[in-house]
């Protein structure tokens, strides 16, 4: 049954149900008021642990998602399952209000643009920075926990090598072109992860904000689009027993290049463009009823 409160009189015709999501134009100003609040109110102890959680559960959809798609061998699907499962990580961070590196690439350019004071942008780059290494410590938290107290089929950990593999095989190629690659995927990857935020934020209900979170996630898991924290994930799952490419060359030729690509991306593609092409421009076309000169009126328009 839905309550009265949820609806509201338009003009004292027909009530109208609430609004379901946050007008695109006010996404923006709310996340980077969100930024602003963590940046001026929380401590530095407060975003470490913040983004430790960011990190932990970034990891756990890692391990969700290898999980639902082991065994299943038609491509589509295990890479609908592997969405699926990692998403779950994402909706934890938004759920939360935990600190996420990516999402982090999002709201601090949103700040930025809204003219934040210059006497801020050393606590800024703490919160950038305290975001990346929070979610690096609480990933290989996550991977030794695992590790130490879990047993999981070999077919569980092919699967996990076959990620892994995947996201190393810039790191084979060995060139300066295979690390700008790395890069530029990075950029894609945090153009869908902050378009995901930004749908996130819009949505004022739970389904409202997991639909678009589930549908971009999954977009760029199925892309393989890098995506620094996720692979963090990836990586953190396997290297404990012994396997994947070790810590320095996955920082070397991927969370690296990865991470300077998601952070072009998001506030590139996502948060400058969209800061443009929706505040109100004062030259805009006039308003339906607004008064206008005789080069816009209704008898001109036949000439």
């Known amino acids: 049954m839905i309550q009265s409160d949820t609806w509201q009189p338009l003009n004292g ?3 109208q149900p609430a609004e379901q999501y946050l007008a695109p134009e006010a996404v923006l100003e709310a996340l980077g008021h969100e930024a602003r609040r963590r940046i001026r109110d929380a401590s530095l102890a407060q975003i470490a ?4 959680l960011g990190g932990a559960f970034i990891a756990f959809g890692a391990l969700f ?3 639902l798609s082991t065994g299943v061998d038609a491509y589509g ?5 592997q969405g699926l499962g990692f998403s779950a990580g994402f909706f934890f961070v938004i759920l939360s209000h935990a600190v996420l590196f990516t999402e982090v690439n999002v709201m601090v350019p949103a700040r930025l643009l809204a003219l934040s004071p210059a006497s801020h942008c050393a606590r800024i780059g703490l919160f950038w920075g305290l975001a990346a290494l929070g979610n690096l410590a609480g990933a290989i938290l996550v991977g030794w926990l695992v590790h130490l107290t879990q047993a999981y089929p070999a077919e569980q950990m092919e699967v996990l090598r076959h990620v892994v593999d995947k996201k190393m095989r810039y790191a084979e190629a060995g060139t300066a072109g295979a690390w700008f690659a790395a890069l530029g995927s990075g950029v894609m990857g945090n153009w869908l992860v902050g378009m995901a935020a930004f749908f996130a934020t819009m949505g004022r209900t739970i389904i409202g904000k997991f639909v678009p979170v589930f549908l971009a996630v999954t977009l760029f898991v199925a892309a393989n689009f ?17 396997q994947g490419p070790g810590w320095g060359v996955a920082l070397s030729w991927n969370l690296v290049p990865a991470a300077l690509g998601n952070m072009l991306g998001a506030a590139l593609l996502v948060a400058l463009p969209l800061w443009y092409g929706l505040r109100r421009h004062p030259g805009g076309f006039p308003e339906i009823g607004d008064d206008c000169n005789d080069d816009c009126g209704g008898d001109n328009l036949g000439e």
Not at 49 to 52: D, G, I, R
Not at 226 to 242: E, R, T, W
């Open 13 to 15: 015709k027909q009530p």
């Open 226 to 242: 890098q995506h620094s924290p996720a692979n963090a994930g990836y990586f953190a799952l396997l290297m404990p027993s012994g």
């Open 77 to 81: 699907p295990k890479l609908l399952l």
């Open 49 to 52: 642990v913040l983004a430790l």
């Open 65 to 67: 998602s290898v999980i």
